[in-house]
């Protein structure tokens, strides 16, 4: 099994400013997620890229991935205050036609000052 | 509201004791996650049913063990409890374990976790 890490830990930005965050795994992998989590709540999907794009939007949002460097991008542009949270990224190993559980990375924390 | 539902949603017992943890997925879904989310572990993956059967375990301890009942619901039990146990417990649930489509997207949805503390 192989998990994604995230970079960095923790980032602190003003609101307006766009945040970068990056993960990095080891395996091939079918897909990758990034996951949003309010503090001491549960996670919730934020998007999903598949193993054969490149990139994706939704809303503020923009994910790359580059499979050669395993590794991948979240992108939040014009950041506001109630972006803070703690992101995921996740992967799934899937084999063949199935589909497996996601393994997450410890996560970013990002504060947005208002 | 992911439609996945947790309870309870905190649990203090003492280091010894068995718990059970009880996760119903979202209305539709046959597969559940457990989760296992703390400080020093971090999200640590535990254990997948699907459709009433184990599908894969992860880092799960052998004091642990879980089962998802014809309904679907599922129960996570903790027993010979530890202070190291003490943790955030996630169940998660998607539509199945087949290739994305239309009709599974492949994101998981999590309840908002039970938080157990172990004295």
């Known amino acids: 099994s192989q998990q994604g890490e995230e970079d960095p830990q923790a980032l602190s930005i003003q609101e307006g400013e766009n945040a970068t965050m990056n993960c990095s795994y080891k395996t091939s992998i079918n897909n990758l997620q990034w996951y949003r989590q309010n503090s001491g709540r549960g996670l919730v999907h934020l998007i999903l890229?598949?193993?054969?794009?490149r990139e994706k939007h939704s809303g503020r949002l923009r994910v790359t991935l580059d499979t050669s460097k395993k590794s991948s991008s979240l992108l939040i542009t014009a950041s506001r205050a109630a972006d803070t949270a703690s992101y995921f990224c996740a992967t799934d190993e899937g084999r063949g036609s199935t589909l497996g559980r996601l393994y997450f990375g410890r996560g970013t924390q990002l504060t947005v000052w208002p | 509201d992911s439609g996945v539902t947790q309870t309870p949603k905190h649990l203090i017992t003492a280091t010894g004791q068995r718990v059970t943890l009880r996760c119903s997925p979202r209305?539709?879904?046959?597969?559940v996650y457990w989760y296992q989310q703390s400080l020093d572990q971090g999200l640590q993956f535990l254990i997948q049913?699907?459709?009433?059967?184990?599908?894969a375990k992860g880092n799960i301890l052998e004091r642990f063990s879980a089962q998802q009942f014809p309904d679907l619901h599922s129960e996570l039990n903790l027993s010979s409890l530890e202070l190291g146990d003490s943790a955030l417990y996630f169940c998660a649930s998607s539509r199945g374990i087949l290739a994305l489509s239309s009709s599974n997207t492949g994101e998981l949805f999590f309840g908002e976790g039970s938080r157990l503390t172990v004295l």
């Open positions: 890229i598949r193993s054969n794009e």
């Open positions: 209305s539709g879904d046959l597969s």
């Open positions: 049913y699907y459709n009433g059967e184990e599908r």
